[in-house]
């Protein structure tokens, strides 16, 4: 619809999304490392407390305001897609000192499971559990802010209404003009491109799903409208176990990375001590060269000193040049008489 991403570099397409993602590789990277900061990752949600957002430094604040040009005073208009922004409303909220209008897709528990499933390995329950945490954040921090929510199934079901909405929702937030052309929206939906729609699973799984479809059902039911006030925040215990599973896993490669980083710097240290002890041994033996060539010059110049001496004790020397004259003259003077 022409509204910009602000700025950044687009991930490339490959093989499984090959119309691309539409996502920035810098605000994923941006929002990943704040993830990180506050305790966790995009698969190991942190629990952050609201406090914890209005505490935030202001300083870090001003400087990771200059490492996004969407933060920028000017820049007004733009999208990010991204789904860490779930976990990082309240963040975003503070950088750009105002809130956003946002635009969110559910998808059924089912079907992101089993995407992170086949993707990313996890197991069926921890996926689960993970589309709880984020929708649960989106729906806390979405309440009082201009919302869209749409149902991916209901959108691919009626494409030219969702896309209407879109449209409509973003001209009230002033990013498109109201009377933007809609044509051939159908032509923008590929339902080949579609690779996660099971309605059931198998194994204890489904009976996990089965306890998050009145959830979903319930978000379903706000389709083309704004996100419920009235979500239920109380989370199910398995779903606060698989989330404290991942909490510590995470922990657990931190310390990993942490002693691996450790060990490089030892390793470092070790070559670095290694090198010193080389060098210190060269020079020993450099020392040693020099110390024994000092010595022979030494012994060399005494013994030149001990042949001057003797020339200059001697008396042929003494008279050698300064008497030389005069005995000449006394033996001529003999030869004559």
Request: hydrophobic share 40%; aromatic share 8%; net charge neutral.
């Amino acid at each position: 619809m022409g509204v910009p991403t602000g700025g950044g570099t687009l991930f490339p397409t490959d093989s499984a999304n090959p119309r691309g993602l539409f996502e920035l590789e810098e605000v994923v990277a941006f929002n990943e490392e704040w993830l990180g900061l506050l305790g966790g990752s995009w698969w190991a949600p942190p629990r952050v407390a609201e406090q914890t957002w209005r505490s935030i430094d202001q300083q870090k604040l001003e400087e990771d305001r200059l490492i996004l040009p969407q933060f920028s005073p000017d820049n007004r208009a733009w999208f990010v897609k991204d789904p860490r922004l779930s976990l990082l409303l309240p963040l975003w909220d503070r950088l750009s000192m105002r809130k956003h209008p946002l635009i969110v897709v559910l998808r059924s528990p089912r079907e992101v499971a089993r995407s992170l499933n086949v993707r990313n390995g996890m197991t069926l329950r921890r996926g689960m559990a993970l589309w709880w945490a984020y929708n649960d954040a989106l729906m806390r921090h979405g309440r009082d802010r201009s919302t869209l929510l749409l149902d991916f199934d209901a959108a691919m079901a009626s494409p030219k209404i969702t896309v209407t909405a879109v449209r409509d929702f973003l001209a009230v937030a002033k990013l498109v003009d109201s009377e933007l052309p809609l044509t051939s929206v159908g032509d923008l939906v590929e339902a080949n491109l579609r690779r996660q729609s099971d309605r059931e699973i198998f194994g204890s799984a489904e009976s996990l799903a089965k306890g998050l479809d009145g959830m979903y059902e319930h978000l379903q039911a706000h389709h083309l409208g704004s996100v419920p006030a009235d979500f239920p925040s109380v989370m199910p215990d398995w779903v606060e176990e698989a989330l404290a599973e991942l909490g510590e896993f995470w922990s657990l490669q931190v310390d990993r990375d942490i002693h691996k980083h450790q060990a490089q710097v030892l390793q470092e240290r070790c070559e670095t001590h290694e090198t010193l002890r080389k060098t210190h041994e060269a020079l020993l033996q450099s020392y040693g060269t020099l110390q024994q060539n000092c010595q022979e010059t030494h012994e060399a110049l005494q013994e030149r000193t001990k042949t001057y001496e003797a020339l200059l004790g001697s008396r042929s020397y003494r008279l050698g040049r300064g008497m030389s004259a005069p005995l000449r003259r006394i033996s001529r003077a003999r030869n004559r008489g």
